[in-house]
Each structure stands twice: as structure tokens, then as C-alpha cells.
């Protein structure tokens, strides 16, 4: 579908109101369950990752993290959501189709709001930015690679000197890769799937209803007007490693049938 033609039929279809279908939406919340179980296996637990454990990374599957005491204690108990908990979900995303929306209110009137925060590189900087977010956990992939491990054990550390009381998870690998498989099928091929689509994907099992704000992945918005790629800059992935427009072309069909709901415009 050329992108020209993928903008009229969005913008044709805004005509309509948008309805849950809850057929569609229960079917496909059951083949995630299948393929990756977000309520079970999202991230690292003591139940699903006891002490001992030779947990094999996300990307560099060679690598292999043997679970010691000392890791083993900064993993929940069990996981902290459940399946569909929340009624109402906010995903929102980095593009800058979000910029000078107004749906801030709209984001904030969600029961719960999965966001990617451009973070601050040092302590305190990192640690005042998190203040602006009550009650937010922080999601880190400590098990994308071994390099990604160091420097998310160090944001926990840190976190549990300033804020005892903030959740801080890693996402598990293998979670992870069962995603990836499970988009595969569905047409996304990547090197690596975007943050966005394994939060969307997560979000899909613990809520009832879903959101996505911010999502996009054309140089213009479907008015034609041109955009920056995300709301703070203009830096694009590197080729190949994601594949932006074919995650949006499956989070559109899903709109279409009903399973989510895709905000492409300004908020009233």
C-alpha cells in the first residue's frame, strides 16, 4: 500500500467513531496468553527466575547470566500486574505526531500509562526527572545483552539509595524473544522489535482496553503536514534495525477490527 493511499483510508476512516470489538480484542489477547503470558513472564521474578538460574540473554544468546543471591534479591516477589487489571491504558509513544496534541489530559485520565522517558545520563538529574512521574516504576532490559546489564543494575542501586519505594523490574528475556517470534509471524521483520511494540504488546494482556498515542512512523502526519521523527528531535533508527512502518501498519489494522485504538490527532 503506497503511504499516499494508506492516509486516505486513515483519514476516511476517522469518520467513524471508534468501538471496541470485544470478539476480536479477547482472540487476539488469547494468542499473546499462548505465545508470551506478559502476566507471568513480563519481567524477572523470584517465582519465574529462582537463584541458581542460567538465564540466557535476549540478543546475545550465547551470554548467559548465572542468577545469584545478590541478583536474585532485586527481583520481585512475583509479578506486580495481572491479567487485564486495568480497564483503561495509555501507550505513549516518542513521535512527533504527539507534539502540540493536547492529549495530555486525555493520556492522564487513563488508569495506567506506559511511557518512554528520554532520561537524564547522571544521578540526580536522572532521579528529579523520575519526580515529575508519582508512582511510576522504572522497566529496564538488564537481559537485552551483557553490556546492558552492568548499567541497569547501577540504575536500581542508585533509585533504591534515593527512592525505596519505587518499583524497578527487568524485562525477562525470553518474555522478549516469544514477542519477537509472535510479530514475526504477524509480517514485522527486524533485527529488533521497537520499545514501543513490546510495551503495546505487554499492554494488550493487562488491560482491558488500549490507547496508543504518539505512534508513527512517516515524515508526515496524515493531514500531509510534515513531522519530526520524535517530539524532542529528528534522529531516525538505523536501517534495518527497526521496522517502524510495519509495526504501524499492524497497530492500524488492529484499530480497524477493533483491538486498539490509535490517536493520529490533535485532542479536543
Known sequence: VKTSELFERWRNLQVCKWQQNMVETNNFKMSLSRC??????LFTTKRNTPAGTKLRYEVDTSGIL???TEVFKMFPDDMPYSKS????CAV????????????????????FVFRFQKLEKWRRPFYEVLQNYENSSVVLPAFYNTRNTDVSFR????LD????????FFFHPQYLLNVQRFWTVQGVRAKRLSSGLMLVTAAMELCE????????????NPSGIFITHHYYDNVKP?????????????FLHMHTRGILHVHSGPCT
Open 36 to 41: 508470551c503470558n506478559a502476566p507471568s513472564f
Open 66 to 68: 548465572p542468577i545469584s
Open 85 to 88: 487489571q486495568f480497564k483503561k
Open 92 to 111: 505513549v509513544g516518542n513521535g512527533g505526531i504527539i507534539k502540540n496534541s493536547k492529549c495530555g489530559k486525555e493520556i492522564d485520565s487513563a488508569d
Open 155 to 158: 540504575v536500581k542501586y542508585m
Open 161 to 168: 539509595d534515593f527512592d525505596a519505594q519505587r518499583g524497578v
Open 209 to 220: 482496553e488500549v490507547h496508543l498515542y504518539g505512534f508513527w512512523a512517516f515524515p508526515m
Open 238 to 250: 538505523r536501517p534495518g534495525f527497526h521496522a517502524m512502518p510495519h509495526e504501524i501498519f499492524n
